[in-house]
């Protein structure tokens, strides 16, 4: 069963005025567009401060910074109202997606977003995602709401006033579920929250992203980098899994099954994309938060995604739901395109969802 969100207006020109160029047509051109070619910055790249943090059951993650001073530069000349602001500094929290890290597209077109604004910027990885295996035998997963808590809270603590946040993709269901979870309590940490792109019904995203093209080009990618992840963490504890299963594994519901799952608690992947699952909680959250989907995301279908209408009894979340951008492309402008477009329209509505 669907949970009903009202649709609402968004900042001008977005999202229901966005369109990707004409010669990007259709999602997977314009999510492996954004993702391989489109600008992500003008000027220098993001110069990343590293810290490493302990984690309370002694693992560690590594957390990017771009501190509020940044490095000179910006985002393209061709999108509107990027320019340093007035406002007192803000403190933007970025959750990757499956895989992701810093080096993302999307994380670095929001470190240009950030730079120009004046914000403190900062990409958490998950764990075993900056470049280094993790030490625990755990790894992370799409509703790890405790780590996504843990890691606000300190943030917040040292920002001194509660943070814009944004989760992409398997983040974003993430970030959504430390939302639901938290209730009340969430906005005394984050001011509001915006999710791009996210699977917030797992079981339908699964699915999709295991069959036909999508599992030819996205399984297989994802399968290429965390089956040797796991491997590796086999070496480190052994016993920890079936190995054979795990070489065998073909579809990312076979890899959750053997890996993900049971690592974490869940029966398996039924019951992992069942309670990680987003969708079913939204009308839980208390605090601003911004879902955005788009229509032809090639591996979350526009049929799973919340109905409109309103969202219980808080009706806290708006909806945006453009016809293009792929799985986190949104292309925009002349050839060959940059990816500005969509954290700008994302920063804007975290500082103030009200004006939209």
């Not at 911004?290 to 995301?297: G, K, P, Q």
């Amino acid at each position: 069963m669907r949970t009903a969100v009202p649709e609402t207006a968004a900042a001008p020109g977005w999202p229901g005025s966005y369109r990707a160029p004409a010669w990007l047509p259709g999602g997977n051109a314009q999510t492996i567009w954004a993702a391989t070619r489109a600008r992500r910055f003008e000027g220098t790249p993001p110069r990343w401060r590293r810290e490493r943090w302990t984690t309370p059951d002694g693992d560690f993650i590594d957390v990017d910074h771009l501190d509020a001073a940044g490095a000179p530069g910006g985002v393209p000349g061709d999108v509107p109202g990027d320019v340093p602001t007035a406002r007192p500094p803000q403190h933007l929290v970025l959750f990757h997606g499956l895989e992701g890290s810093s080096a993302s597209q999307y994380a670095q077109a929001f470190a240009a977003v950030a730079r120009a604004r004046g914000w403190a910027y900062s990409v958490p990885h998950f764990r075993g995602c900056s470049g280094e295996l993790n030490l625990a035998p755990r790894a992370y997963h799409s509703g790890d709401f405790e780590e996504i808590g843990w890691i606000l809270e300190r943030l917040r603590a040292r920002h001194g006033a509660p943070l814009r946040v944004v989760g992409i993709s398997l983040g974003g269901n993430a970030l959504l579920r430390w939302a639901e979870e938290a209730g009340e309590s969430a906005a005394r940490t984050a001011a509001a929250v915006a999710a791009v792109c996210s699977p917030i019904d797992l079981a339908a995203a699964g699915r999709a992203i295991d069959r036909g093209f999508n599992w030819l080009v996205y399984s297989r990618m994802f399968l290429a980098s965390m089956k040797p992840k796991a491997l590796a963490k086999l070496a480190r504890h052994p016993g920890l899994f079936d190995e054979a299963r795990l070489r065998a594994a073909r579809t990312l519901y076979e890899f959750d099954d053997v890996f993900t799952a049971p690592l974490h608690g869940f029966r398996d992947t039924p019951d992992y994309w069942a309670r990680a699952s987003a969708m079913p909680h939204l009308a839980a959250i208390h605090m601003p938060a911004l879902v955005l989907n788009t229509r032809n995301d090639p591996f979350v279908p526009a049929a799973s995604l919340p109905a409109a209408g309103p969202v219980g009894r808080f009706g806290r979340v708006t909806l945006w739901r453009p016809d293009d951008g792929g799985h986190v492309g949104f292309p925009s402008g002349r050839y060959p395109a940059h990816v500005a477009s969509m954290p700008s329209a994302v920063c804007n509505w975290l500082l103030d969802p009200s004006l939209v």
